[in-house]
């Protein structure tokens, strides 16, 4: 069983707040990735990070920023949110870079 | 950039029944792993595949990398009502270095009727 935890799992939030989306991992995986999904469709990498002070941008452009600053920690940080910004948020990590991903339950944003 | 085609984007099934979903591409891949996505839930990873060729069990799952390497498919025996999802396949491409990451399908939804 994969221990990956991701908080807020709902937030609802006003136009303009900066927003941050918490992930973290219990088992040690270097590799962590953040996926932008929208309801009922493929999931869209947006970062990802193959270890501590390590980030790197996904396929698909995202406003949001991310840091790694501690191997079990891979926060998401929107600074001034948008409407467009409403979508789910999977965060993920894998052991090594051609090992399967495991996932977080996802954050579910909405932008008012 | 790669693609990995997942039809269609619905499934619906009796209670019971078989049913096999596909996952195929036109560039090869090293690592095909299929997912299950409940409503409001992540992701969990159901089987993965390393070989062409290989043929992997997990319960009432099967799953099989094909010999292309270009296609992967996922069999579901005696469906139960709680297989209802959305299934994903992804791929991982021959590893080139920094940047060999996970390519997904679109999904399909699975709906099993009692």
């Known amino acids: 069983e994969a221990d990956i935890y991701q908080t807020p799992r709902y937030l609802v939030i006003g136009t303009g707040k900066k927003i941050t989306l918490e992930c973290s991992q219990t088992m040690g995986h270097d590799k962590m990735y953040w996926y932008q999904q929208d309801p009922g469709m493929e999931l869209h990498l947006i970062h990802y990070?193959?270890?501590?002070?390590?980030?790197e941008k996904g396929d698909l452009s995202s406003e949001s920023t991310v840091s790694r600053i501690r191997t079990e920690h891979f926060p998401l940080t929107l600074e001034s949110a948008r409407p467009s910004h409403t979508s789910q948020y999977l965060c993920?990590?894998?052991?090594?870079?051609?090992?399967?991903?495991?996932f977080g339950d996802g954050t579910r944003l909405s932008i008012l | 950039g790669q693609q990995l085609n997942q039809s269609p984007q619905s499934m619906f099934i009796q209670e019971g029944e078989d049913v096999s979903m596909n996952c195929t591409s036109s560039s090869i891949f090293n690592t095909w792993l299929w997912y299950k996505q409940d409503p409001g839930e992540g992701p969990v990873l159901l089987i993965a595949?390393?070989?062409?060729?290989e043929l992997t069990s997990n319960g009432r799952l099967t799953a099989q990398f094909g010999i292309t390497r270009k296609d992967s498919f996922l069999n579901i025996s005696a469906s139960i009502p709680s297989d209802v999802g959305i299934y994903f396949c992804a791929g991982q491409a021959p590893f080139t270095g920094a940047n060999s990451k996970l390519t997904f399908g679109k999904g399909i939804t699975l709906s099993v009727r009692p």
């Open positions: 993920a990590s894998s052991l090594t870079q051609t090992g399967p991903q495991h």
């Open positions: 595949l390393y070989k062409a060729g």
């Open positions: 990070s193959y270890g501590v002070n390590s980030t």
